[in-house]
């Protein structure tokens, strides 16, 4: 099996999920799941073990999964969590000075997404940016080598959608995806740039920023909601 039907699996499970063609609560059985999706029971076998690290699936109490109740109020609480604890880290390592060999992992991430934006957004770019994306993230964290912000960020990312990993595309309309994910690979790059100059106050504040943008790349206004009182909480954030 290939990565890429894996990673395809995995996209395309979370999106349903957070559209709510997957309703919480449902169980998750392999064949009809591959059917929907088109491909083989083995990669949606192997993706929903990785989705339930997610946070988006749980473990049925006799076999396989279900999907996870949640509202939108735990994934804000959760990204503004993750906003605050990811600034801690990246400041922690502009205090000490980015090492060249960090930043140049980072700016080979930049490369990698530079090249994924120069054009249209197509399908297969979903699993792309979001391998770049968590591995600049993880880079950071891992420099700023802290046991403590890492297990933080570990527990928190458990929340849906919470992890850098964690991205849906809104295909109906990728345009507005398309000019959201440019703006978020900005901030890649003046983060990347405040680290290697040491403003650590500098990065901290855009890393805070940037998980605004996470927010909007997942179309809140579209989650399946559990309560009145969430709807409210996320149809004045679109405001």
């Given amino acids: 099996m290939h990565n890429s039907q894996l990673s395809r699996a995995i996209v395309r499970l979370r999106e349903m999920i957070l559209r709510g063609t ?23 076998r192997q993706a929903l073990p990785l989705l339930a690290q997610e946070g988006l699936v749980a473990e049925h109490e006799t076999r396989g999964y279900v ?5 939108a109020a735990d994934i804000l609480d959760a990204i503004d969590i993750r906003a605050v604890l990811e600034g801690m880290a990246v400041r922690r390592v502009a205090e000490r000075g980015a090492p060249k060999g960090l930043v140049r992992e980072l700016r080979a991430c930049l490369e990698d997404g530079d090249a994924i934006l120069r054009r249209f957004l197509e399908h297969s770019d979903e699993a792309r940016y979001a391998e770049m994306n968590t591995r600049f993230h993880g880079l950071i964290l ?98």
């Fill in 67 to 71: 999907v996870r109740a949640f509202t």
């Fill in 22 to 44: 997957l309703a919480p609560g449902q169980r998750l059985a392999e064949a009809p799941l591959a059917d929907m999706l088109g491909m083989s029971r083995t990669p949606v």
């Fill in 142 to 239: 891992q420099a700023a080598a802290s046991p403590i912000l890492n297990a933080a960020l570990e527990r928190n990312s458990r929340i849906p959608f919470a992890a850098p990993q964690a991205l849906a595309f809104d295909k109906s309309n990728l345009g507005q995806m398309y000019d959201l994910l440019r703006y978020a690979h900005q901030q890649h790059h003046r983060i990347v740039d405040a680290l290697e100059e040491g403003q650590s106050a500098r990065a901290e504040a855009l890393m805070r920023e940037h998980a605004n943008i996470v927010k909007e790349s997942i179309n809140m206004a579209n989650l399946r909601l559990t309560s009145a009182e969430t709807a409210g909480r996320v149809v004045a954030l679109q405001r």
